[in-house]
């Protein structure tokens, strides 16, 4: 039977919003995390090597993800790209009007698991 999301759980982040409609916290599933997050214009989070892999698709503004080797892939609105398990990389949105987005991990997104520089 489907499994009908009526909302989203929100996370209390200063600097985006992030609402989880399946993963850890939302559904109790380790298997999958699907949320959308939007972020402000001049955001950036730390670097991470996650043990997951995250597939992002961009409704809104761009993002730009920042890999070991200091390239910059710009990902704008109707595009996605996928960050594979063990890669370094670093997300961020410094054009405006920042980027809103939805961000798939397999597995589901941890804070464990993301294993952020200076966390």
């Known amino acids: 039977m489907p499994k009908l999301i009526t909302e989203a759980v929100r996370f209390p ?3 985006m919003t992030i609402e989880e409609f399946f993963g850890r916290i939302s559904t109790k ?3 999958i995390s699907i949320a959308r997050l939007t972020s402000k214009a001049g955001w950036s989070e730390p670097a991470q090597r996650p043990e997951f892999d995250e597939y992002t698709l961009v409704l809104r503004g761009a993002l ?16 996605a790209v996928l ?4 890669e370094l990389v670093q ?9 809103e987005y939805v961000a798939i991990c397999l597995p589901a997104f941890s804070s464990q698991l993301s294993h952020r520089e200076n966390s």
């Open 13 to 15: 982040d200063p600097t």
């Open 29 to 31: 599933q380790g298997d």
């Open 64 to 79: 730009y993800l920042t890999s070991e080797d200091g390239t910059v892939t710009v990902v704008r609105e109707n595009q």
């Open 83 to 86: 960050a594979p398990a063990g």
């Open 91 to 99: 997300y961020s949105s410094p054009e405006e009007p920042g980027a």
